[in-house]
């Protein structure tokens, strides 16, 4: 592929792969996210190729391996195109049925479907079944219609046509105020605003800055990030690069924890792609602005997703956090001006560039625009990733999308905010969720971890849970978390083992 080298050289080669793509000849699209392949998908993958081969069909119906579609607790999940016929929980043995019966001839096969539990109902579509019907995918929901590792499915829906038009008509200064103006707050844990993050860094007088993506990702439960990495890779070095321009820097890192491998496998397939194109690199798009990405693989420590430890692992010593007196946009990386957003907050940016500032505020509250993508697990009975504008109440997001508390129990709490957060019980059901909102309740947005529990769940036991996790995380740095915590976890674990004794929570509230 020769680099593209003007944006309309770019808009030509999207209209050529367009094309060649029938909107109506038939395509199973089957998730292919980590959650599906561990349930079975690479199985039913090989059936498909096999069966389609064998019924001669080879050439009439394509087989897109996609990123996760969301509903995790149904996987492996098919959506058949056109019609989108959505078929859950497949395995390689239902193939020959869906070839024969959808794809030649044209009818359902009922078993496969989605049955509404409240009324018995089969649902064919995927977008009427509550799980997605309730949702907003403004970010997640090109992960079901791209393969990521093919470029050409990320061109076709419109991919990189944001980064065209910042560095062919906007300015650096205009796309750093547009991102201001749609009040992008960093999903990936405080919520600070991304425009004023990158305003420090392009005002900062050192004439090297870099832009980082953190996809660290290390609350338990949480795996958002990783799905958009692994789903949409491309979304992100779009977001990175509009990012990089806006801000002056030429070198951008992905950190990745090494133990997400088809995170990284895609990303690194993501780069080459775009460099060949002359999406990165020396350059880009004949425009005269030069941008190269590399990837950093994290060990797997949960404090390296704080931006400081991330920054010195990144510098290859030991990844421990240093305090903030400057804030490492103005001295970050080296000593160097640096941007670090998250995963979802770098996607966001190619959708603000392309529909423009108004049409993101219009979606969210007053303080938290937008939407926000959740994990949703525990006891929930559709365990899966969601996503839906700020301001939804907890209750349609656990109720309507969730289908509620599995097995007939009841509802006692839903932790947010990762390991540091806290947990929301029943009367605050109706909380929006939104950055202030769920920090003003107690707990916090974090990066999007939701885990549910049910009346039998202990929540003392859970506390000591999230202790536990913190000490064996805590890089020992600082006295507070290095012996704080392990006096906090003793306390606790009597406590949960019958040993309390009186006064053990007053000490623990002092801790
Ligand atoms: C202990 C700790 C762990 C963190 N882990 C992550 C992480 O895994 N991913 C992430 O995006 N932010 C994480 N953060 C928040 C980052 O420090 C930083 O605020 C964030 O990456 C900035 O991006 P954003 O503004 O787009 O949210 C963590 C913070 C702390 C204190």
Redesign the pocket.
């Known amino acids: 592929m020769a680099r593209l080298q003007t944006p309309a050289e770019l808009e030509e080669l999207r209209k050529q792969i367009l094309s060649t793509r029938d909107p109506n000849k038939p395509c199973i699209t089957l998730c292919s996210g980590s959650a599906c392949n561990a349930s079975g998908s690479r199985e039913v993958a090989a059936a498909l190729e096999e069966e389609i081969a064998k019924q001669g069909l080879t050439t009439d119906v394509d087989i897109r391996k996609t990123g996760c579609h969301g509903y995790c607790e149904r996987g492996p999940i098919i959506v058949i195109h056109p019609e989108k016929i959505a078929y859950f929980q497949i395995k390689p043995e239902d193939v020959p049925e869906i070839i024969t019966e959808t794809i030649q001839g044209k009818k359902v096969v009922e078993r496969l479907l989605y049955t509404d539990p409240a009324t018995d109902e089969k649902i064919v579509h995927e977008h009427d079944i509550p799980f997605y019907k309730n949702q907003e995918r403004i970010v997640f929901g090109s992960n079901s219609s791209v393969d990521p590792k093919s470029i050409d499915d990320y061109l076709a829906i419109g991919g990189y046509s944001a980064l065209a038009k910042a560095l062919s008509a906007m300015t650096p200064e205009g796309v750093l105020q547009e991102v201001k103006k749609a009040n992008l707050?960093?999903?990936?844990?405080?919520?600070?605003p991304?425009g004023v993050?990158w305003e420090g860094t392009r005002n900062a007088a050192d004439p090297i800055k870099y832009v980082i993506v953190?996809?660290?990702?290390?609350?338990p439960g949480a795996y958002m990030?990783r799905s958009l990495l692994e789903g949409n890779p491309h979304a992100v070095l779009e977001g990175l690069t509009i990012g990089a321009y806006a801000v002056g820097a030429h070198e951008g890192y992905i950190y990745v924890r090494q133990e997400y491998p088809l995170a990284v496998e895609n990303v690194f397939t993501a780069i080459r792609q775009a460099e060949e194109h002359g999406l990165l690199g020396e350059n880009i798009l004949g425009t005269g602005f030069n941008f190269k990405v590399i990837i950093h693989q994290g060990a797997g420590a949960?404090?390296c997703?704080?931006?400081t430890?991330?920054m010195t692992a990144l510098e290859g010593r030991a990844g421990e956090?240093r305090p903030k007196y400057i804030r490492s946009n103005i001295v970050g990386l080296w000593g160097r001006p640096s941007v670090?957003?998250?995963?979802e907050?770098w996607a966001n940016v190619p959708l603000i560039i392309n529909k423009g500032a108004d049409w993101f505020t219009a979606i969210g509250t007053e303080t938290s625009k937008g939407t926000k993508i959740f994990s949703l697990v525990g006891k929930i009975t559709n365990t899966g990733l969601v996503e839906v504008p700020m301001g939804t109440p907890l209750r349609d997001i656990i109720f309507k999308i969730g289908g509620g508390i599995p097995g007939g129990k009841k509802f006692k709490a839903v932790q947010t905010g990762?390991p540091?957060g806290g947990c929301l019980p029943e009367e605050l059901l109706d909380l929006p969720v939104g950055f202030d909102e769920l920090t003003k309740a107690g707990s916090m947005m974090g990066?999007g971890g939701m885990i549910v529990m049910d009346e039998d769940t202990c929540m003392p036991d859970v506390a000591r849970y999230f202790l536990e996790f913190l000490t064996d995380e805590s890089c020992g740095k600082c006295v507070p978390c290095r012996e704080g915590m392990r006096q906090m976890l003793k306390l606790l674990t009597n406590i949960t083992k019958g040993k309390g004794k009186e006064g053990d929570i007053e000490l623990l509230e002092q801790l």
């Open positions: 707050r960093g999903r990936g844990g405080g919520g600070f991304a993050k953190n996809a660290d990702e290390g609350d990030d949960f404090v997703g704080e931006s430890a991330l956090p670090l957003n998250n995963v907050t990762g540091s990066s």
